[in-house]
C-alpha cells in the first residue's frame, strides 16, 4: 500500500475547501483580520499624534505673534482651541490635561523680534507621553523659522537664518510629516498571516479530535502526510487572499511605494505562508483541545509581533531578543516586505531571507509528522 | 471453517486498568457475530484493536487473514468500521460524505458507487442536505453507507442502532441479512437483546473478560439456569419477599411479571413452594430469556471481579517486614 497517495490528498483538500465555505466565523476571520489590522495600525495606532489641544497665552497681541499661531493652526499638530485669560487658568489647562501645550509670547515679543533681540517664546508641554510631544515639537521648531522667514520685512531680512527665534528641542530631525503608514502596512501583511494561518492550522487537527470526526478518518487508508498537507493547501489560497487585501490597502489607503517586484513578493510570500500554516498544524498535533491550540498559537504570534521588528526596531533590541527574533519567520519575511516595496530589494538582495524561514518550516514539520498519531492510543 | 477474525489474548491496558483482558474470538466469513456486554466492559476498545486504531497490548491473530499487529493499513482498506458515535463530517452534505470516503479508498467509479449508496439509502432526493441536519436514525443509515462504499469484506459496528425506531432497525437488521448471505462478515455490538437473538452466534463479555460465547440456545443452555416467572396482585412486595429468601440468585421484573432465576434448582424450588403456598399469585417455570442469564452472568462477573480487585488489595496490606 503507497504511502501516498495523490488521490486521497485531493480528498482532504476537497474536504477542507467545502468547510471551510461553510464555516462562517473562519471565512468571517479571513477577510476581517486584516480589515481590522489594517485600519487598527493604519490610522488608529498612529504614532504620529495630531490636532493636540493648545493654549496660548499671547500678551503681545501684534502681527508676528498672531502668524505663529496662525502657522502652528495650519500644521495640524496644534489645535489651537483658546487665548487663556491668565498665565494660572493655562497651567490648570495643562494640569488637567486638557491642553497638550501652552504657549506663551512676551509682552515686547514683536518690538524685539523687531530690534533683533531674538525673543524668547516658552511653550510649556505636557510631556507625559513622550511619544506624543515629540513629533508636535520638531514640527514648530521647523514651522517657527520658516513663518519669520516670510513675514519679517525688507530691511530685517538679515535676522534671517542663523538661530531661530526661539530654541525648541528637537526629537526628529527629518521628515515632517513622518509617515509611519509606509512602514507599518508592509509588516501589517506578515503579521496579519502570522496571526489568521497559525491559529486556522492549529484547529484543524484538534476540531477533527473534537467533533469525533477523527475515529473514522483514522480508520480509513489515509495517510499522515496527506491528513497534514491536505490541510495546509486550501489556507495558501486565503494567505494570498489576504496578502492581496493588505497590499490593495497599501495602494489605495496608504499610498505606500512598491518600488521592487509585487510577482516577486507575491513568489517568495508562499514560503511564508506554508512556514505559518506548519506551525499551526503542529500545533494541533500537539494540543489535547482547540482551546489549548488557540493558546499556543497565541504564544507563538506574541514574540513574532514583539521580536520581530514590527513593534519595535530590531536593532535596538538586545542581543538575546535578537537572536530569538531571528528564528521567527515573521522577522524575515518583515525585511523582505519592506525590501522589495519600499527599496525596490530584488532576488538577490532578499536570498539570506530566505533560508531561515525554510529551516524553520522543514523542523517544524518534521515534530509535525511525529506527532501526528495514527492511532487513538 | 474460513475464520475472517481469529485472535487470541488480545489485552488492552489503560493507565493500569485492565480494559480488555486475554479475549479470543473467532468469526466465520458470512457469520453475523453480536457482541455484548455492559457498559463500559471494553466492547468498543476491542473492535478499535480489530481495525488498527488502538495498538494491543497483548495478543496476536489475524483478521482477513493479516496479522493484527503488523499490517493495520491493509487491514483496513477491507474493513468497514461504524464507531458508535457518529463521526461523518457534519458540515458536509450526504454526498459529500460520501464522496469523501470512496475518493479516500479509491473506490473504482467512485461516481456510480455513491449515487447507488443513495439510491440504496433512500436519499436520493436529499443529497445536498448537511449531515449535521439529519435525524439521529438517518445519521445512522448514512454512517451504514459510507463504511460500505468501499465494499468492505468484514463489517465492525459499534452499536449501530442505538436510538434507532423498531421500524428502522428491523430494515436495518434485514439488510445487515443480506449483506451476511453475500458474504460479508458482521462484528455487531448491541445492548438489545432481540438484536442478539438475530446474530448467528454471540460473544458476551464484562470487565474485559469473555463469559459466554455461541448461539443463542448454546449460551442460554450453558449458563445453566432455572427461571420462574411470577404473576398477580402486589409484585413489588412480593419481590423484596422473594430476595430475603435462600436460594434465589435474582429476582427482576419483566413488565407485569417477576424472573426469579437460579443455578442451584432444587433449593429454590423448595423456598418456592412455601413461599407461595395457598397465595393469590401465580409461579411457573419458564425457559430462562437471553436477558435473565446476562443479568446472571453479569452478576457473578461482579461478584468474581470485586473479591479479584479485594484480594488484590489485601495482598497490598500483607505486613511490610
Ligand atoms: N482512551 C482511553 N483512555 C482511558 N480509558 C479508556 C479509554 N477508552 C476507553 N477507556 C475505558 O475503557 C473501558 C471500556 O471502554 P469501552 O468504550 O471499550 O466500553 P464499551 O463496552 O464500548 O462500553 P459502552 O457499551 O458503554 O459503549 C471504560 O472503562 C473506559 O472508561
Ligand atoms: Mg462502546
Redesign the pocket.
Known amino acids: 500500500m503507497s504511502w501516498f497517495s495523490p488521490g486521497r490528498l485531493r480528498a482532504v483538500v476537497l474536504k477542507e475547501f467545502v468547510q471551510m465555505r461553510r464555516d462562517r466565523a473562519t471565512f468571517a476571520m479571513i477577510v476581517g483580520i486584516p480589515v481590522v489590522q489594517l485600519l487598527l495600525f493604519g490610522y488608529a495606532i498612529n504614532s504620529d499624534p495630531r490636532h493636540l489641544p493648545t493654549v496660548v497665552l499671547d500678551a503681545d497681541g501684534g502681527p508676528y505673534a498672531r502668524a505663529i499661531v496662525q502657522a502652528m493652526r495650519r500644521s495640524g499638530y496644534f489645535e489651537v482651541r483658546d487665548h487663556a485669560p491668565s498665565e494660572a487658568a493655562a497651567r490648570e489647562l495643562l494640569q488637567l490635561g486638557r491642553a497638550q501645550f501652552v504657549l506663551n509670547i512676551p509682552v515686547d515679543f514683536s518690538r524685539r523680534l523687531l530690534r533683533g533681540e531674538r525673543p524668547a517664546v516658552l511653550l510649556e508641554a505636557d510631556a507625559t507621553d513622550p511619544a506624543a510631544t515629540g513629533p508636535a515639537l520638531a514640527a514648530l521648531s521647523l514651522l517657527m523659522a520658516g513663518v519669520l522667514d516670510r513675514d519679517l520685512p525688507g530691511p530685517l531680512a538679515e535676522l534671517h537664518g542663523g538661530a531661530g527665534p526661539v530654541e525648541l528641542l528637537v526629537h526628529r530631525h527629518f521628515n515632517p510629516e513622518n509617515i509611519t503608514q509606509y512602514n507599518t502596512v508592509p509588516g501589517l501583511m506578515g503579521v496579519v498571516l502570522t496571526m489568521t494561518m497559525v491559529i486556522i492550522t492549529a484547529l484543524a487537527i484538534t476540531r477533527e479530535r473534537e467533533r469525533g470526526t477523527m475515529e473514522n478518518l483514522l480508520a480509513t487508508p489515509v495517510r499522515p502526510l496527506e491528513v497534514l498537507t491536505g490541510k495546509i493547501l486550501p489556507y495558501i489560497a486565503v494567505g494570498y487572499l489576504q496578502i492581496s487585501l493588505v497590499l490593495g490597502a497599501a495602494r489605495l489607503l496608504f499610498d505606500v511605494p512598491m518600488e521592487g517586484s509585487l510577482a516577486l513578493l507575491y513568489a517568495v510570500a508562499l514560503l511564508f505562508i506554508v512556514a505559518n500554516l506548519s506551525v499551526g498544524i503542529t500545533f494541533s498535533t500537539l494540543a489535547k483541545n482547540q482551546l489549548q491550540a488557540v493558546q499556543m498559537a497565541f504564544f507563538f504570534f506574541l514574540p513574532s509581533l514583539l521580536l520581530s521588528g514590527f513593534m519595535f526596531p530590531f536593532r535596538g533590541m538586545p542581543g538575546w531578543a535578537q537572536a530569538v527574533g531571528g528564528c521567527l519567520p515573521l522577522t524575515h519575511f518583515l525585511r523582505i516586505a519592506r525590501g522589495v516595496l519600499l527599496k525596490g530589494a530584488g532576488f538577490a538582495d532578499i536570498a539570506p531571507e530566505l533560508w531561515p524561514i525554510a529551516l524553520f518550516m522543514a523542523a517544524v514539520m518534521a515534530v509535525a509528522l511525529k506527532r501526528y498519531r495514527r492511532t487513538l492510543d | 471453517m474460513d475464520l475472517v477474525i481469529d485472535v487470541q489474548g488480545i489485552t488492552k491496558r489503560f493507565g493500569g486498568k485492565t480494559v480488555v483482558n486475554g479475549l479470543d474470538m473467532q468469526v466465520g466469513r458470512g457469520e453475523i457475530h453480536g457482541f455484548l456486554g455492559p457498559n463500559g466492559s471494553g466492547?468498543?476498545t476491542f473492535i478499535r484493536m480489530l481495525c488498527g486504531l488502538l495498538t494491543p497490548d497483548a495478543g496476536s491473530g489475524a483478521c482477513l487473514g493479516l496479522d493484527v499487529l503488523r499490517q493495520q493499513a491493509a487491514i483496513r482498506l477491507q474493513v468497514g468500521y461504524m464507531t458508535?458515535r457518529f463521526s461523518l463530517y457534519e458540515d458536509l452534505s450526504i454526498r459529500e460524505n460520501l464522496d469523501f470516503v470512496a475518493r479516500l479508498y479509491a473506490v473504482p467509479d467512485r461516481r456510480a458507487a455513491v449515487a447507488e449508496s443513495l439510491e440504496r439509502l433512500g436519499l436520493a432526493g436529499r443529497s445536498r442536505q448537511l449531515a449535521g441536519q439529519l435525524s439521529g436514525g438517518w445519521k445512522q443509515r448514512l454512517a451504514l453507507a459510507a463504511c460500505l462504499i468501499h465494499r468492505p469484506k468484514l463489517l465492525l459496528l459499534?452499536?449501530p442502532t442505538a436510538g434507532v425506531d423498531p421500524k428502522a432497525r428491523r430494515e436495518f437488521w434485514d439488510e445487515i441479512h443480506q449483506l451476511a448471505a453475500g458474504g460479508l462478515t458482521v462484528l455487531v455490538?448491541t445492548h438489545y437483546m432481540d438484536e442478539a437473538e438475530r446474530c448467528h452466534r454471540i460473544a458476551y463479555i464484562a470487565y474485559g473478560s469473555l463469559l459466554a460465547r455461541g448461539t443463542v440456545p448454546e449460551v442460554i443452555a450453558r449458563a445453566g439456569l432455572a427461571t420462574w416467572e411470577i404473576g398477580g396482585p402486589d409484585l413489588p412486595r412480593t419481590a423484596a419477599r422473594l430476595r430475603a429468601l435462600p436460594g434465589l440468585e435474582q429476582v427482576v421484573a419483566f413488565g407485569g411479571t417477576l424472573h426469579v432465576s437460579t443455578r442451584d434448582r432444587a433449593r429454590a424450588q423448595a423456598s418456592l413452594a412455601e413461599a407461595f403456598r395457598g397465595g393469590a399469585q401465580r409461579c411457573a417455570e419458564i425457559t430462562p430469556g437471553l436477558e435473565d442469564v446476562f443479568i446472571s452472568l453479569m452478576g457473578a462477573a461482579r461478584d468474581n471481579f470485586e473479591r479479584g480487585a479485594a484480594a488484590s488489595e489485601t495482598r497490598e496490606e500483607a505486613p511490610r517486614p
Open positions: 466492547k468498543t458508535q459499534d452499536e455490538t
